[in-house]
């Protein structure tokens, strides 16, 4: 995937947000790419992102957290209509995920986050609300009994990189995705004897 500065012109700082999206953006294409790299995509001097992120793992950092905030505002609005059928409840997850594709994949493939433990704290607190979905979707037979909480959150995280590629390359609508991810999850991509 290539990665585009926006139409701003180069006296212009995009906001912390955009820069932080742009940086994630970057990273995941070219994960060793460098602070000029990422100033570059995002139109802005080297020395104006220095101030912001004086080295490169401040800024891995502040991606990862801007990362895990959307993530966490994401499955808590996703959960919070408990009373819906989980099947539901994935639906509505699998929505506000896809579009976090870049934010996922760079939590996922930056190595350096492991050396920092408020960020792999965090991420380890992004699973077990969906264990809890899982679990329920278990009780009301949705999903087999025999499969492990890990492994099905492991296989959402897989579809929804998936399905975010496929809207990015545009090969799967983004209204799609959703429906995609959670047929797939639950019923697999075998022919039905």
């Known amino acids: 995937m290539t990665v585009h500065a926006s139409g701003r012109t180069r006296h212009q700082a995009p906001a912390p947000r955009e820069l932080l999206d742009v940086a994630a953006e970057v990273l995941v294409a070219r994960p060793n790419a460098s602070l000029a790299d990422v100033a570059k995509a995002a139109g802005i001097g080297r020395t104006t992102l220095h101030k912001h992120y004086p ?3 401040d800024l891995l950092v502040a991606v990862a957290h801007d990362s895990l905030d959307r993530c966490d505002r994401a499955i808590a609005t ?108 639950l019923e697999g991509i075998g022919q039905r004897a």
Do not use: C, N
């Open 78 to 185: 996703a959960l919070e209509a408990a009373d819906e059928d989980p099947v539901t409840v994935l639906h509505h997850l699998v929505e506000r995920l896809v579009p976090l594709g870049p934010q996922l994949q760079f939590l996922f493939r930056q190595p350096t986050l492991d050396d920092e433990p408020k960020v792999m704290r965090r991420m380890s607190e992004l699973e077990p609300p969906l264990h809890v979905l899982v679990r329920r979707a278990k009780e009301q037979g949705q999903v087999r009994a025999d499969i492990a909480e890990w492994w099905f959150v492991s296989a959402l995280y897989g579809l929804l990189y998936t399905a975010w590629e496929g809207v990015a390359y545009g090969w799967l609508a983004a209204r799609d995705a959703p429906d995609l991810v959670v047929r797939t999850l």
């Open 55 to 57: 080295t490169r793992q």
